[in-house]
């Protein structure tokens, strides 16, 4: 007599067990949202986080007032704020995050790249320098002002550059609960002048593009190791 194997039920209910309980990655969201609570012992984990009792879901887990304020002010003169569902329950598997950057006269959101996300940005006030580097260090840059958008796509390194005459503000949203952050550049000193330096280079790099220079690659190198 035959014995019955369960092993292809077994295998399922696993593979549906371990895609619901536990998604490390981004999922596809099976249900309409997935609010982030405290963790608990009976919480089910989606995209690494614990996701909200459905009867307790409310309208507040949709809202977030985490960008009225800017973030904290670093050395080239600027405040960035990114925001995910760790700080925003509501955006638990939508595959969003959202920003803010303040961007001081003469200041610079220093060079960096989103390894998992396109990242596109929405001018709230004030005029800056947009530009992105793609990986022939081609650079693509475009003078913004109050509601233009722009977008950067997935993985390319890219800064903004206030030209203006009052301090900028741009708020962004990327295609991913987690966006990463990557720099090209090591972390300067505290010094005003390893900075300033930095700052410098920044800028050329920008200038040399609307001198006609295509191929950045000698200035990029120069930022990197210089």
């Keep these: 007599m035959k ?11 696993f593979t549906a067990f371990t895609i619901q309980h536990v998604c490390s990655t981004e999922c596809d969201n099976l249900n309409d949202f997935c609010p982030t609570t ?5 919480a089910i984990f989606i995209n690494g986080l614990p996701c909200e ?6 309208a507040h887990d949709f ?5 009225s304020k800017p973030g904290s002010r670093d050395g080239f003169g600027s405040l960035v704020k990114i925001v995910t569902a760790s700080k925003f329950p509501g955006l638990n598997t939508l595959g969003l995050s959202i ?7 003469d200041g610079l959101v220093n060079l960096h ?3 998992k996300a396109t990242e596109m940005v929405f001018v709230s006030e004030g005029v800056l320098v947009a530009a992105f580097l793609n990986t022939q260090n081609k650079l693509f840059q475009k003078t913004l002002k109050a509601g233009d958008v722009f977008v950067i ?3 390319l390194f890219h800064f903004f550059l206030n030209r203006g005459e009052q301090v900028a503000t741009v708020f962004s949203v990327f295609n991913s609960q987690n966006p990463g952050l990557g720099s090209l550049t090591s972390i300067p000193s505290d010094s005003l002048e390893s900075i300033e330096k930095l700052k410098r280079k920044i800028v050329s790099l920008s200038d040399l593009q609307l001198h006609g220079v295509n191929d950045l690659t000698e200035a990029v190198l ?3 190791y210089g």
Excluded: A
């Design 153 to 155: 796509p997935t993985g």
């Design 113 to 115: 790249n989103h390894p």
């Design 3 to 13: 014995t019955k194997s369960h092993f292809p039920f077994l295998l399922v209910f």
């Design 222 to 224: 120069d930022i990197i």
């Design 63 to 67: 809202k977030s007032m985490e960008l």
């Design 53 to 58: 009792n459905p009867s307790n879901t409310s």
């Design 38 to 42: 405290q963790p608990h012992e009976n």
């Design 99 to 105: 920003g803010r950057s303040d961007i001081e006269v």
